[in-house]
């Protein structure tokens, strides 16, 4: 169900006490402010709208520079690459001239990609970011249901071999490419709190080594698939069903109602 809007004066009084208790380190200005508020704070525009209505086509064009990844209050066409970025493609440029490379057009639009490619990665990962922060201020989560999934994998072979055979009319390469062995993955879930749930160890044979019979214990359990690395059939189907378990065991133990499991 959509939130609720405030009445014009109770949204009017938001947006200006917001505005007023807004910390910023960075001296931001009113239109910096503004957007930090509505997108990040998750303000409603209209309110901000309502109380500066002189300044509702600023605000809607600082929202879109935001949107586009660049500087809030820039006239003109926008730029590509935001201030920070264009300095830090010439500094790149400069490095290459100096490395007796010269820059062209096209090495030029290379640099300028790879940065682009990098603002792309950079903002999904903020949003991941943002996102799990807004979802666990709003659900007031306890800090030991906070569960962080990781899988390692482990390299078995022991040794790179170095030996490469080959004939006097086709030498070998510079170096010698290791050989593919067999992998395992260590399969992790950690809460924030310290608390672990079962590990698993994904091991690449269809039994169970007998050096490793001595490890199997309620909370790390031992996957012999032939594979060794994580699929979508061994998550769903083998791990996924026992986490479940645990974390509704760990839900119970804090005392969280019903409602909460869901």
Known sequence: ????????????????????????????SFLEKVVHLIRVTRINRRYFEDAFPNDQSAIQRALNAAKMHRDI???????????????????????????HKHCFSGRVNELAEDILKQREDTK??????????????????DIAMIFNFDETPLRLSSSIR????????FPPSPLAAPPR???????????????HLTTFLLWPSLTIPEELRGLLARDFQIICDGKG??????????ILPVWEKEI?????????????LE
């Open 73 to 99: 209050g820039q006239i003109g066409r926008p730029p590509v690459l935001n201030s920070k970025e264009s300095e830090l493609l010439l500094t790149r440029i400069d490095l290459e001239n100096k490395n």
């Open 181 to 195: 062995m067999p992998n395992a993955t260590v399969v992790l879930y950690i809460s924030a709190s310290g608390n």
């Open 248 to 260: 509704n065991e760990t839900r119970a133990s804090l005392g969280l109602s019903s409602e909460k």
């Open 1 to 28: 169900m959509p939130k609720k809007l405030l009445s014009k004066d109770a949204g009017i009084k938001l947006a200006r006490e917001a505005l007023e208790s807004f910390d910023s380190e960075n001296q931001k």
């Open 229 to 238: 690395w994580m699929t979508t059939d061994t998550l769903c189907n083998k």
């Open 162 to 169: 170095k030996l490469v055979f080959f004939t006097d009319n």
């Open 124 to 141: 999904q990962n903020q949003t991941k970011d943002q996102e799990i922060k807004i979802l666990h201020e709003a659900n007031h989560y």
